[in-house]
């Protein structure tokens, strides 16, 4: 149980376009989801938190125009990244969770801006 | 400012050996921790987690130890075997913080045959 799906596992992006990058929990109904950001070697950053009907709440430093968080139903979320640039490479996490502490993570996605 | 602090990037240990790894913190609001096991390329997997009100939770292989006073927890991995080899986070949530994780930088464990 608690199996948590990322979509696309990977995409490569020119410069300028937008990508959308979709969290879905499976067996579960996610209460609320967050976005991660994870460099090279670093740990996982915070970027939202998102709750089912309302909107993110975003991390200090993290810019809401450009990463869109949008979160449709109980086992949806997505995170699109408008206008992109190479910066903006990463890899990208999302976990959701039930309710309580413990947070299922997502297999991640893996952006590359070109 | 990182409130959660993972002090050793790495650690080897030889395989059937006790696997110990530690993790520090600095915010008292803290009140349930976390250790996550992570591969290349994948999304961290849940492992096992402790409330601040236990000083102890076992679970197969895995033992994690609270220490409030020294604001320190432990997770001990013992016997370690090669499929234990990945990086390991710490990570805590604060009561009220809208169940928000604080990371650890990890730490690289590397179990040798």
């Known amino acids: 149980g608690a199996v948590v799906s990322q979509h696309p596992s990977w995409v490569i992006c020119k410069s300028g376009t937008s990508v959308k990058i979709e969290c879905r929990s499976l067996?579960?109904?996610?209460?609320?989801m967050f976005w991660y950001r994870q460099f090279p070697k670093q740990s996982l950053m915070l970027m939202a938190t998102?709750?089912?009907?309302?909107?993110?709440?975003?991390e200090q430093g993290v810019e809401k125009d450009k990463f869109l968080i949008n979160h449709a139903s109980l086992t949806l979320s997505t995170l699109t990244v408008t206008s992109a640039h190479p910066e903006d490479s990463s890899f990208y996490i999302c976990?959701?969770?039930?309710?309580?502490?413990?947070?299922?993570f997502g297999p991640g996605t893996r952006l590359t801006v070109t | 400012d990182q409130q959660v602090k993972q002090n050793s990037p790495s650690l080897s240990v030889q395989e059937g050996r006790i696997s110990i790894l530690n993790c520090d913190y600095t915010?008292?609001?803290?009140?349930?921790f976390l250790w996550y096991k992570k591969y290349p390329a994948e999304g961290p997997t849940f492992l096992i987690s402790?409330?601040?009100?236990?000083d102890k939770n076992e679970d197969g292989r895995f033992t994690v130890f609270l220490n409030k006073s020294a604001k320190h927890l432990s997770l001990h991995i013992v016997p370690s075997q090669p499929g234990d080899s990945a990086v390991y986070f710490c990570?805590?949530?604060?009561?009220?913080?809208?169940?928000?994780?604080?990371f650890g930088q990890g730490t690289r464990l590397t179990i040798n045959p």
């Open positions: 976990s959701a969770t039930p309710g309580g502490h413990e947070q299922y």
């Open positions: 067996d579960f109904q996610a209460t609320t």
């Open positions: 998102s709750n089912e009907g309302s909107k993110a709440t975003y």
């Open positions: 915010n008292s609001m803290f009140d349930y």
């Open positions: 402790i409330s601040s009100i236990k």
């Open positions: 990570a805590a949530s604060a009561l009220g913080g809208a169940q928000k994780l604080v």
